[in-house]
Nanobody, 122 residues
């Protein structure tokens, strides 16, 4: 069983930055793929970024603005979000998977955090 807790959300003006954190329980964190997804009211959950033990992968909508990283000693994955825009407003969720297939699909991820709200004002 893996438990995930996100933090770092908040209200920021357009052009600003936030760093989200996802802390995971468990002793096998380094073997887990961690993904970030987001969901706005009335919209489906959307892939943002994912990281394996070695590399990250991003949605086109955030490429060049967001950076995902991990610290296995702290069981933590970070999502650094720069140049934020109002369209980035959503609840952001981190999720964990032991699979390397369909990594942009929410169904691939078994464990989910409770989410953290990010609001970008214009």
């Amino acid at each position: 069983q893996v438990q995930l807790v996100e933090s770092g959300g908040g209200l920021v003006q357009a052009g600003g930055s936030l760093r989200l954190s996802c802390v995971a329980s468990g002793r096998t964190f380094s073997n887990l793929r961690i993904g970030w997804f987001r969901q706005s009211p009335g919209k489906e959950r959307e892939f943002v970024a994912t990281i394996s033990s070695t590399s990250g992968f991003y949605a086109e909508s955030v490429k060049g603005r967001f950076a995902i990283s991990r610290d296995n000693d702290k069981n933590t994955v970070y999502l650094q979000m720069n140049s934020l825009q109002p369209k980035d407003t959503a609840v952001y969720y981190c999720a964990a998977s032991r699979s390397s297939y369909d990594v942009t699909q929410a169904k691939t991820y078994t464990y989910w955090g409770q989410g953290t709200q990010v609001t970008v004002s214009s």
